[in-house]
């Protein structure tokens, strides 16, 4: 048994937070490599801006300002420079990474990346490519994020549903784009098509506040097109989007330079729901092409594909079966191994 810190200095969550609201995917993937390296028999302590000490699912969690443990055979530190050098006689370190990676090369992290020298870890390879050779790092590994076990129990369905989309991303990440396609060609052509958007500002907790002047004009469009087949449900805990997905039919998404994984997408072909998609970033990582979904280079090959994936039940068929079979065999579980290989615990 290997004893592990963890720390992170963004928003206030603690190991139960996944269970009682919506999170980011940062903030959930936070959670779910905590949690499968207790499961593993590795003794976990969280230091973050949970509000009290507490211990959930066999990881501690304590509040950031009480300190962190100067030792540890392994310390993870979550995205933020102020966390680069602290456990400063850990055996082995990981700074873990989110967003594309140019924000590392600012002087506050590249200085203090070359003093530590910590493996960073990224979720793929279009995430990797976003940090330059000659940045400083003492190593580079890609660990995808892990499946929640709770999206990999879909059974299949003995008929194809009726053609109800799920958007369950950043509103900020082109939902007014989707709209625009669903009001003027997607929905036109399938009249009884509905447009479930579980988004909003209470997946990212305190900061949603400051993100509500860019979000809140987008989900109020989204309301206004409640004639056209779009029902905004806001975002839901991961409980409750289980169900919601085990009723879609497809899962429409432009994709986000931004992004550097996307859970939405991989959470949604693990309940056998195809996708369509547009060829940015990561996207491409997310679907076996042509066959649990379609990345694709336009938005006029997009709408194509939208129709077709909500109109063929032939098609839709093939692709839930292949995202059952295909989608969701890397599980949480599978990226802690990889963490303890990089720490060679």
Same mark, same amino acid.
């Given at each position: 048994?290997?004893? $592990?810190?963890?720390?992170?200095?963004?928003?206030?969550?603690?190991?139960?937070?996944?269970?009682?609201?919506?999170?980011?995917?940062?903030?959930?993937?936070?959670?779910?490599?905590?949690?499968?390296?207790?499961?593993?028999? +590795? #003794?976990?302590?969280?230091?973050?801006?949970?509000?009290?000490?507490?211990?959930?699912?066999?990881?501690?969690?304590?509040?950031?300002?009480?300190?962190?443990?100067?030792?540890?055979?392994?310390?993870?530190?979550?995205?933020? /420079?102020?966390?680069?050098?602290?456990?400063?006689? =850990?055996?082995?370190?990981?700074? &873990?990474?989110?967003?594309?990676?140019?924000?590392?090369?600012?002087?506050?992290?590249?200085?203090?990346?070359?003093?530590?020298? *910590?493996?960073?870890?990224?979720?793929?390879?279009?995430?990797?490519?976003?940090?330059?050779?000659?940045? %400083?790092?003492?190593?580079?590994?890609?660990?995808?994020?892990?499946?929640?076990?709770? %999206?990999? +129990?879909?059974?299949?369905?003995?008929?194809? *549903?009726?053609?109800?989309?799920?958007?369950?991303?950043?509103?900020?990440?082109?939902?007014?784009?989707?709209?625009?396609? &669903?009001?003027?060609?997607?929905?036109?052509?399938?009249?009884?098509?509905?447009?479930?958007?579980?988004?909003?500002?209470?997946?990212?907790?305190?900061?949603?506040? =400051?993100?509500?002047?860019?979000?809140? *004009?987008?989900? /109020?469009?989204?309301?206004?097109?409640?004639?056209?087949?779009?029902?905004?449900?806001?975002?839901?805990?991961?409980?409750?989007?289980?169900?919601?997905?085990?009723?879609?039919?497809?899962?429409?998404?432009?994709?986000?330079?931004?992004?550097? %994984?996307?859970?939405?997408?991989?959470?949604?072909?693990?309940?056998?729901?195809?996708?369509?998609?547009?060829?940015?970033? !990561?996207?491409?990582?997310?679907?076996?092409?042509?066959?649990?979904?379609? !990345?694709?280079?336009?938005?006029?090959?997009?709408?194509?594909?939208?129709?077709?994936?909500?109109?063929?039940?032939?098609?839709?068929?093939?692709?839930?079966?292949? !995202?059952? #079979?295909?989608?969701?065999?890397?599980?949480?579980?599978?990226?802690?191994?990889? %963490?303890?290989? $990089?720490?060679?615990?």
């Amino acid at each position: 048994m290997a004893r $592990i810190v963890m720390t992170d200095d963004g928003i206030a969550f603690d190991g139960a937070t996944l269970e009682e609201r919506p999170l980011g995917g940062a903030e959930t993937s936070f959670i779910e490599m905590a949690n499968a390296l207790a499961a593993r028999g +590795h #003794e976990v302590l969280v230091c973050n801006k949970c509000e009290a000490e507490r211990v959930h699912k066999g990881v501690s969690w304590r509040p950031l300002s009480r300190g962190v443990p100067d030792s540890a055979d392994l310390y993870i530190a979550n995205r933020g /420079d102020r966390l680069i050098r602290l456990c400063p006689d =850990a055996r082995s370190t990981i700074f &873990w990474i989110h967003n594309p990676a140019g924000y590392l090369l600012k002087w506050r992290y590249q200085w203090k990346l070359a003093a530590r020298r *910590p493996v960073i870890v990224f979720s793929g390879a279009s995430h990797a490519s976003t940090y330059p050779g000659w940045a %400083f790092a003492g190593g580079r590994e890609i660990v995808p994020y892990g499946l929640t076990d709770l %999206f990999c +129990h879909a059974e299949e369905h003995a008929e194809p *549903p009726p053609p109800r989309v799920v958007f369950t991303s950043n509103p900020m990440r082109s939902l007014d784009w989707l709209l625009d396609l &669903w009001e003027s060609r997607i929905r036109p052509n399938v009249p009884n098509a509905e447009l479930h958007v579980f988004a909003g500002m209470a997946t990212y907790g305190a900061a949603g506040a =400051a993100k509500a002047g860019r979000m809140g *004009p987008v989900l /109020d469009r989204a309301a206004a097109l409640a004639g056209q087949g779009v029902i905004l449900r806001g975002p839901v805990p991961k409980s409750q989007l289980v169900g919601e997905l085990a009723q879609a039919r497809a899962l429409l998404y432009r994709g986000d330079i931004g992004e550097t %994984f996307c859970s939405a997408v991989a959470e949604a072909q693990a309940m056998g729901v195809p996708a369509v998609l547009r060829d940015i970033a !990561c996207m491409r990582e997310r679907v076996v092409d042509g066959v649990t979904g379609h !990345c694709v280079p336009d938005d006029e090959a997009f709408v194509s594909a939208s129709l077709s994936l909500l109109t063929d039940d032939s098609l839709w068929r093939r692709m839930h079966r292949a !995202c059952l #079979e295909r989608q969701r065999s890397w599980r949480w579980d599978d990226a802690a191994r990889d %963490f303890e290989r $990089i720490a060679r615990l």
